[in-house]
């Protein structure tokens, strides 16, 4: 397919190419490409918001979680008081029954149970004692914890907050990067750009690629002798054989 008379702009022109269209298709990849990126890294934002949020969520919920354990353990030294409170009515009740009762062995019996609510109150001091200082060191533990979290959540939110900047930028981008695209589609001449939507159908940029040591650099596979000379010439927009993208000679 030969396309003399196709011209492409003097600005364009490339001293290597020749006047087949591909200075200003390699253009148009460019910008292409460019918006590409743009559109796919602005498609990107929301997962890697929702990875740091993710992020964000589990640092809080770790947080959550050591507060809950000390709640935890003021829950069960209340507890112990409360139980504390109750067997120690118990033995004050058992000392008043015992001024009333006649007969020695109720006395004894009752003195008995008296010692066993003491000494269950004293176990109860004791574990209580033991969860005072285990709260302590939790309380310690825990605001240390948390200020080592909260530090990490502040640095999540800071990439959140440049995320938020990225989109902003990539939004500002995007326009001036569609209108480079429709400048540099203006800029190809009717043939070679049907040739380039048509190949570029199904495949992924780069479209048009260089020959090197008559490997094309799309699929990295030698073309055939035709295709090379083709290429050399740079009369007619020439496709790889094998992938099909457009190649032209790189020397
Ligand atoms: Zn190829």
């Given at each position: 397919m030969l396309l003399d008379g196709v011209r492409i702009t003097a600005s364009n022109r490339s001293s290597f190419m020749g006047d087949n269209g591909t200075t200003s298709l390699l253009i148009l990849q460019d910008r292409e490409m460019n918006l590409e990126r743009i559109e796919r890294s602005l498609e990107s934002l929301p997962r890697?918001?929702?990875?740091?949020?993710?992020?964000?969520?589990?640092?809080?919920?770790?947080?959550?979680?050591?507060?809950?354990?000390?709640?935890?353990m003021e829950v069960r030294g209340k507890a112990i008081e409360t139980?504390?409170?109750?067997?120690?009515?118990?033995?004050?009740?058992?000392k008043s029954q015992q001024l009333e009762v006649k007969k020695n062995e109720e006395y004894t019996a009752l003195t008995?149970?008296?010692?066993?609510?003491?000494?269950?109150?004293s176990s109860l001091e004791e574990t209580e004692l033991e969860l005072l200082y285990k709260l302590d060191d939790a309380r310690e533990t825990q605001a240390e914890d948390e200020a080592e979290i909260k530090e990490k959540i502040e640095m999540e939110s800071r990439a959140l907050k440049r995320l938020d900047e990225k989109e902003i930028n990539l939004k500002s981008e995007?326009?001036?990067?569609?209108?480079?695209?429709?400048?540099?589609?203006?800029?190809?001449?009717?043939?070679?750009?049907?040739?380039?939507?048509?190949?570029?159908?199904?495949?992924?940029?780069?479209?048009?690629?260089?020959?090197?040591?008559?490997?094309?650099?799309?699929?990295?596979m030698r073309v055939s002798a035709t295709v090379e000379v083709e290429a050399r010439k740079a009369k007619e927009i020439t496709t790889c054989d094998n992938c099909g993208r457009i190649v032209y000679w790189d020397a």
């Open positions: 890697e918001r929702e990875s740091i949020q993710k992020k964000i969520a589990a640092f809080e919920s770790e947080i959550e979680a050591g507060k809950q354990r000390i709640k935890e139980e504390m409170g109750e067997v120690e009515n118990q033995a004050l009740k058992y008995h149970e008296i010692e066993l609510a003491e000494a269950k109150v995007i326009d001036a990067a569609c209108e480079a695209v429709g400048e540099a589609e203006s800029q190809v001449e009717k043939l070679p750009l049907s040739i380039y939507r048509r190949v570029a159908r199904g495949l992924k940029y780069p479209i048009i690629v260089p020959l090197r040591d008559a490997k094309c650099q799309g699929c990295h």
